[in-house]
């Protein structure tokens, strides 16, 4: 969730980053990457800004990635290959510190190739620099601050202060989103207003998100449900061709086994003789109960 978050903030406020990564106004628009040469890797990812004469082009990150320096530069040659008299600006955004060294990686050496691009560590930076510009006030929690819940509420009272609804209810619903990465759900709920979030796209697709994966979760442990129930009915039809009528305490015990260990029991069904050896493999295998 936090890639399309930052790729929003990214796209619609782009003069507020350009004003903090660039340190001068410029008017960016969205650099679509099917206007690039080739497929781009992560294009979800990806956000590419330009003006006239530049190209920004920034990556957030929330774990260090090792092939961070090869995409940076894979990247700048795809861009040169489009727009080969436009200059380039790179930046690698870290949100969430990490004891990593990778996050400190800022050059990509390949033999006699060597490519650098700009890092920042947003535990790094003060809120001071980010907390006047709209468009940043969502990463402002996230910087170097002795106490983020009392960064949240100032945060807070800069959203109320905005006008335009709909860009109140955008900056709430992704303030609300990357704060989840260092402070607690509840937390996060007190400080900033909800019906403020609810009017938000940000905060539908949000909504939408979670719903659709928690739906895609419950579909799949349906599905491993299912396996599971249906190995022991396989197992327990064919104990009672070997050895006979089975006992309902011994029945409730196979049908509380993990699908591992259902599959464990099937694989040897053939060394029971009776229901002592059967009894005997229960003991030894279903620890859990």
């Known amino acids: 969730m936090y890639d399309p978050i930052c790729k929003f903030l990214a796209e619609n406020y782009s003069g507020d980053f350009a004003r903090w990564l660039l340190g001068k106004e410029m008017g960016f628009t969205r650099l679509s990457p099917s206007e690039l040469s080739l497929e781009p890797i992560r294009a979800d990812a990806l956000i590419l800004l330009q003006s006239e004469r530049e190209i920004l082009h920034i990556e957030f990150q929330t774990q260090p990635d090792p092939k961070m320096g090869f995409r ?18 790179q930046v690698v955004i870290y949100l969430k510190k990490t004891p990593s060294a990778l996050v400190e990686q800022r050059v990509f050496q390949l033999e006699t190739t060597r490519h650098e691009y700009e890092i920042i560590k947003m535990w790094e930076v003060e809120p001071t620099a980010l907390i006047n510009e709209t468009g ?15 960064t949240l509420a100032e945060v807070a009272r800069k959203i109320e202060a905005i006008e335009n609804s ?6 709430s619903a992704s303030t609300a989103v990357l704060a ?5 759900r509840e937390t996060i709920k007190r400080i900033l207003r909800e019906d403020i979030m609810k009017e938000s796209v940000i905060y539908q697709e949000w909504i ?14 349906g599905r491993a449900e299912g396996l599971k129930e249906g190995e022991a009915k396989l197992i327990l039809k064919q104990l009672d061709r070997r050895i006979g009528n089975i006992p309902e305490s011994l029945i409730g ?3 509380n086994l993990s699908l591992e260990q259902l599959e464990e029991l099937g694989e ?22």
Do not use: C, H
Request: negative net charge.
């Open 166 to 171: 709909q860009d109140k209810s955008n900056i």
């Open 180 to 184: 989840g990465l260092i402070l607690e």
């Open 268 to 289: 040897t069904l053939l060394d029971f003789r009776d229901l002592e050896s059967l009894i005997t493999w229960l003991g030894a295998n279903d620890e859990t109960l």
């Open 136 to 150: 940043l006030l969502p990463l402002v929690v996230l910087g170097n601050t002795a106490n983020p819940v009392d």
């Open 208 to 221: 939408e998100t979670a719903t659709a994966e928690g739906m895609a979760r419950g579909r799949a442990e």
């Open 253 to 255: 015990r196979i049908q």
């Open 72 to 89: 940076m530069l894979d990247y700048r040659l795809r861009v040169y290959r489009r727009f080969p008299g436009k200059l380039m600006r």
